[in-house]
């Protein structure tokens, strides 16, 4: 097992765009501990050119490296050096510099000349697929669209990869070249099955050129040459071939690739051409019309090609983290079955061991959009959390097994819910379990909160048993026990409770019953089996004196029997059972219950009535969807205890209300002057914490209000839309 941090450094025009800066790696030494206790053989690191030399080679600041790779080299880490990573060096020199060859060697020598410990290298990362990106499809610098200076780029960098490891070899004459690029497979109409068939053939392009394969017998020999690419340039790699030691494959759910020339079908984003057709564009996995291609075979092509050493050296999924480690299990389990069959697969690589910023828009911008990768960063001090996907990642690299509930149900790829463009009605409705998988028990079923957890766990394609409280009597300890022993749950999400808060001034026992008692009964059982527990309580726990966001430390002061139930089942629950998680959350929202604020205030306001909110109520609403979703990686992670969450931000009802209003879409044509804030001594209700906000000190991981209001309108939408399909 070998892992990485996702570490690209491009160039946008004359600006960097630093992922190490994004994930705050630069500023915490202390990640390298965290990574080699993982137990990993090799760390991917950046060692990169840009940084040490951003003026010139003859003016080196080595300073970082030498604090870095000092602390690795004394934890006996070894390391893989990245010498650029996705970049075009610095500003002196360009992917289509003629000079980018011999000053990248130049660079490779100081580097290899200070620290000639070190043995594996991969001087330019992913070569085809940085020159695509730079100099074919115009993202990165030097932002071209021009086929003829993508060969010359693809060219120079292949030179500078031998020259640079000839140069390092000089210093270290065991140095490995461990030469990685995206790999994965394109499909496509019988339309377009020459453009099929030519990409299938680029693909290989960059390890061809190292290993001297592009002779006048090559599939696209001609295309060199329609490039206007010299034939002794290609004389010159078939005379200084540079094999890697070790072909390191990148593959990703969106690697394998599929055209389409029906336009119409696939959003305007996915449409290009190649000047004698028009088509789409897309990740396989994400349309219905082509079955993706499973790394497998991936794998298989490469050593019949090669038959040089493998590895897979990014394994990252997009999703949520039973994604991510369901993506692992699937490559590290096909990895181990090809090395049966003596196919040479040297490692698995735990890529992005601090997630990702920006991929979704290619680190073209600077949103700080973040995807969580084996150590999560959504915390208030950005240090590096342990996850489900660490506990995996140090079983493999310990013991080459591991083993968990979630793993025994494929990941959504594997499923019709994986479909996004050209589906059916009907066509992403299906769950798929082994029979023997061990389901996720969700009480609550009249609930909304029930109902969203077997929504999402539907989604995620994590199997669950939703049950109403006629089916399983929380109160009823022997009727738990006996529920537990048919269905065997793993996980239990208590989404049931008593959640009228006027009520429960007059009727504190059945409040009590439900809240606590039912609570506590869980508490008990889920001890005994080892079984992980959730339950929710509330933001009511407080007393509302607080003239800040509150954290998890905050002494509880209930005002109102609600309150004071919800305090008394985390007290209880925690102490029976302090492996069970407490989640403390505030004013539900979502898109998929009618008797939310935000719905009720939206469609009071579309009769042109008048909308009451209380105006000195200082709240912190959730999203629904974003509770659901954190609250299920918080139990695969294992995590217990308190944790608040909510969406970022506090807000009065009353302009909670108003917020609603500005992000509705214009053609509602909501009036929000019919919004009139209230005072709560006015309105006759229980007594309520005027100020019941909160934050978290352990994980903020929900995004901003404004944020999933934005989303709350999209969902709503598409929720709407799939009801009117399912009626059809």
Same mark, same amino acid.
């Given at each position: ?7 690209t450094?491009n160039r946008?025009d ?11 790696h ?13 137990g ?5 690191y950046p060692c990169l ?13 080595w300073?970082?490296l030498?604090?870095?790779l000092?602390?690795?080299?004394d934890?006996g880490?070894e ?5 650029l990573?996705?970049?075009?060096g610095p500003?002196?020199?360009s ?5 980018f060859?011999?000053k990248?060697?130049?660079y490779?020598?100081?580097?290899a000349?200070r620290?000639?410990w070190v043995t594996?290298?991969?001087p330019i ?5 940085t020159?695509?990106?730079?100099v074919?499809?115009?993202?990165w ?5 021009d ?7 693809l060219l ?5 990869t031998?020259?640079?490891m000839r140069?390092?070899?000089a210093?270290? /004459?065991?140095?490995r070249?461990?030469?990685t ?6 499909q496509s109409t019988d339309e ?5 068939d030519?990409e ?11 290993c001297?394969k ?16 010299d034939?002794?340039e290609?004389v010159?790699?078939?005379e200084n071939?540079f094999?890697?030691d070790?072909?390191?494959v990148?593959h990703y ?16 984003w996915s ?5 004698r ?6 990740g396989a996995?994400?349309?219905g019309?082509?079955e /993706?291609?499973?790394i ?5 092509e ?6 040089l050493?493998i590895?897979?050296t990014?394994c990252?999924?997009?999703?949520r ?5 369901r993506?692992l299990d699937e490559?590290?389990k096909?990895?181990?079955s090809l090395r049966?069959e003596?196919?040479?697969i040297e490692?698995?690589t735990?890529?992005?061991l ?7 828009n ?7 959009f973040?995807?969580?990768?084996v ?5 208030a001090?950005?240090i590096?959390?342990?996850?489900g996907a ?10 080459g097994?591991?083993?968990a ?5 494929p990941?959504?790829w594997?499923t019709g819910r994986?479909i996004?463009f050209n589906?059916q ?7 798929e ?5 061990r389901p996720?028990?969700i009480?609550g ?5 029930g109902r ?5 766990c ?11 409280r006629?089916?399983l009597?929380l109160t009823?300890?022997p009727?738990i026990?006996a529920?537990?022993q048919v269905l065997?749950p793993w996980?239990i999400?208590?989404?049931a409770?008593?959640v009228?808060?006027d009520?429960a001034?007059?009727d504190?026992e059945d ?16 001890r005994?089996?080892g079984i ?6 509330s933001d009511l726990?407080?007393?509302g004196?607080?003239?800040s966001p509150l954290?998890?430390?905050a002494?509880?002061?209930p005002?109102?029997n609600?309150?004071k139930?919800k305090?008394?089942?985390?007290e209880q629950?925690?102490?029976?059972n302090?492996?069970s ?7 539900f929202f979502g ?6 604020f935000v ?8 009769k042109?009535s ?10 912190s609403p959730t999203?629904? /969807?974003?509770l659901?979703?954190?609250t299920?990686?918080?139990l695969?992670?294992?995590e ?5 969450l909510?969406n970022?931000?506090?807000v009065s009802w009353?302009?909670f209300?108003w917020?609603?209003v500005?992000?509705?879409p214009?053609?509602l044509r909501?009036d929000?002057?019919l919004?009139r804030g209230?005072?709560?001594d006015r309105?006759g209700?229980?007594q ?6 909160l934050?978290?000190?352990r994980q ?9 209001l ?19």
């Amino acid at each position: 097992m070998w892992g990485g941090i996702e570490c690209t450094l491009n160039r946008v025009d004359d600006r960097y765009v630093n992922q190490c800066e994004k994930n705050g790696h630069n500023q915490r030494p202390g990640d390298l501990a965290l990574f080699h206790g993982l137990g990993i053989q090799k760390l991917r690191y950046p060692c990169l050119w840009e940084l040490v030399a951003p003026k010139d080679l003859d003016h080196c600041d080595w300073s970082y490296l030498d604090e870095r790779l000092g602390l690795l080299r004394d934890l006996g880490q070894e390391i893989i050096a990245g010498l650029l990573h996705h970049g075009s060096g610095p500003l002196y020199t360009s992917l289509i510099d003629p000079d980018f060859p011999t000053k990248l060697a130049t660079y490779a020598r100081l580097f290899a000349s200070r620290y000639p410990w070190v043995t594996d290298y991969t001087p330019i990362n992913e070569i085809n697929t940085t020159a695509r990106f730079s100099v074919l499809y115009g993202h990165w610098y030097p932002h071209l669209k021009d086929q003829t200076m993508f060969v010359r780029s693809l060219l120079l960098q292949c030179r500078g990869t031998i020259l640079a490891m000839r140069e390092i070899r000089a210093v270290n /004459p065991q140095a490995r070249l461990i030469q990685t690029d995206d790999l994965g497979k394109c499909q496509s109409t019988d339309e377009l099955h020459y453009q099929r068939d030519f990409e299938n053939e680029r693909r290989w392009l960059a390890w061809d050129l190292l290993c001297g394969k592009v002779t006048p017998s090559h599939a696209l020999y001609a295309w060199f040459l329609k490039s206007k690419i010299d034939p002794r340039e290609l004389v010159w790699f078939e005379e200084n071939a540079f094999p890697p030691d070790v072909i390191g494959v990148n593959h990703y759910q969106l690697s394998n690739r599929y055209l389409d020339e029906r336009l119409e079908l696939f959003p305007s984003w996915s449409h290009g051409g190649n000047g004698r057709d028009l088509y789409a564009d897309v990740g396989a996995v994400d349309t219905g019309m082509a079955e /993706p291609v499973d790394i497998d075979i991936i794998l298989r092509e490469t050593w019949e090609r090669y038959h040089l050493p493998i590895a897979v050296t990014e394994c990252h999924a997009r999703g949520r983290r039973e994604a991510q480690m369901r993506w692992l299990d699937e490559v590290w389990k096909t990895c181990q079955s090809l090395r049966s069959e003596s196919i040479t697969i040297e490692a698995v690589t735990a890529w992005s061991l601090l997630g990702t910023y920006d991929w979704h828009n290619l680190c073209t911008n600077c949103e700080l959009f973040y995807e969580s990768g084996v150590f999560d960063l959504r915390n208030a001090g950005r240090i590096p959390q342990e996850t489900g996907a660490s506990k995996m990642v140090r079983a493999l690299a310990t013991t080459g097994e591991f083993q968990a509930p979630i793993l025994g149900s494929p990941g959504v790829w594997k499923t019709g819910r994986r479909i996004v463009f050209n589906a059916q009605p009907g066509q992403q409705s299906s769950l798929e379990h082994n029979s023997s998988v061990r389901p996720v028990l969700i009480t609550g079923a009249s609930g909304t909160l029930g109902r969203a957890f077997a929504r999402t766990c539907g989604a995620r394609n994590i199997k669950y048993q939703l049950m109403s409280r006629s089916e399983l009597e929380l109160t009823d300890l022997p009727s738990i026990k006996a529920t537990i022993q048919v269905l065997r749950p793993w996980a239990i999400i208590n989404a049931a409770g008593y959640v009228r808060v006027d009520a429960a001034e007059k009727d504190y026992e059945d409040c009590y019953q439900t809240n606590v008692v039912g609570a506590v009964n869980l508490a008990y059982v889920c001890r005994e089996h080892g079984i992980s527990l959730v339950n929710f309580s509330s933001d009511l726990v407080f007393d509302g004196t607080a003239i800040s966001p509150l954290g998890e430390s905050a002494p509880v002061g209930p005002l109102n029997n609600y309150g004071k139930s919800k305090a008394a089942c985390e007290e209880q629950v925690l102490e029976i059972n302090p492996s069970s998680l407490m989640i403390r959350t505030s004013a539900f929202f979502g898109p998929w219950d009618e008797h939310n604020f935000v719905t009720q205030t939206l469609r009071t306001l579309a009769k042109k009535s008048e909308v009451h909110a209380p105006s000195d109520q200082i709240v912190s609403p959730t999203y629904v /969807p974003d509770l659901t979703n954190e609250t299920l990686d918080l139990l695969i992670d294992g995590e217990c205890g308190i944790i608040h969450l909510v969406n970022v931000g506090e807000v009065s009802w009353e302009e909670f209300a108003w917020k609603a209003v500005n992000y509705a879409p214009e053609s509602l044509r909501l009036d929000p002057f019919l919004i009139r804030g209230v005072e709560t001594d006015r309105l006759g209700q229980t007594q309520m914490p005027r100020r019941s906000s909160l934050t978290s000190e352990r994980q903020q991981r929900l995004p901003s209000l404004e944020d999933a209001l934005a989303r709350y309108f999209m969902d709503v939408e598409v929720s709407l839309k799939n009801h009117q399909e399912q009626e059809l």
